[in-house]
């Protein structure tokens, strides 16, 4: 394993065990804010749909209203990159596709549109990011066909 991967497993570990005992203790069964949604994975088509996720990603703070410009949040991935120290940005895996020059100015426009709400229901769902052809051949390729469906029990008739 590499020493990013053993990084990784890490900060997994303590965040796990840090949240269960913290359910544990105050009698809760996985619900509320201690670190919830914390970790998402679904697939991504291409690398255009790749910077879509990266971006909404790294605009998180920008969205809530907690900073004027994304890059001014210290906790995040964009605020480390834009640092252009090296030791800040050991924490940060590679991408598997090149940055884009002006990333941060990308990063802090408004987003709007059909690929937010489309991406949103994946963030949510954990539903493959893509053309819909393409989102539902992954999801049967890989058994994901309920995140296609709505949530909750199917309505009577």
């Not at 890490?10 to 670190?35: D, E, K």
């Given at each position: ?52 996720v990266a971006r909404y990603?790294?605009r998180n703070a920008l ?95």
């Open positions: 394993m590499s020493e990013k991967g053993r990084d990784s497993f890490l900060r997994r570990w303590i965040t796990v065990t840090h949240t269960q005992r913290w359910h544990s203790h105050h009698n809760t069964a996985g619900t509320g804010p201690v670190y919830q949604g914390r970790f998402r994975s679904f697939p991504v088509q291409t690398d255009a749909h790749f910077l879509t990603v790294e969205r809530a209203k907690l900073v004027r410009q994304a890059e001014n949040w210290r906790w995040s991935s964009l605020w480390r990159r834009a640092q252009g120290d090296p030791k800040i940005t050991t924490w940060l895996s590679d991408w598997p596709v090149d940055l884009p020059r002006n990333w941060g100015a990308r990063v802090n426009r408004p987003e709007t549109g059909e690929d937010l709400d489309r991406l949103r229901i994946s963030v949510q769902r954990g539903r493959p990011f893509g053309e819909e052809g393409w989102v539902r051949r992954m999801a049967k390729r890989f058994g994901m066909e309920s995140t296609l469906r709505p949530r909750g029990r199917p309505k009577g008739s």
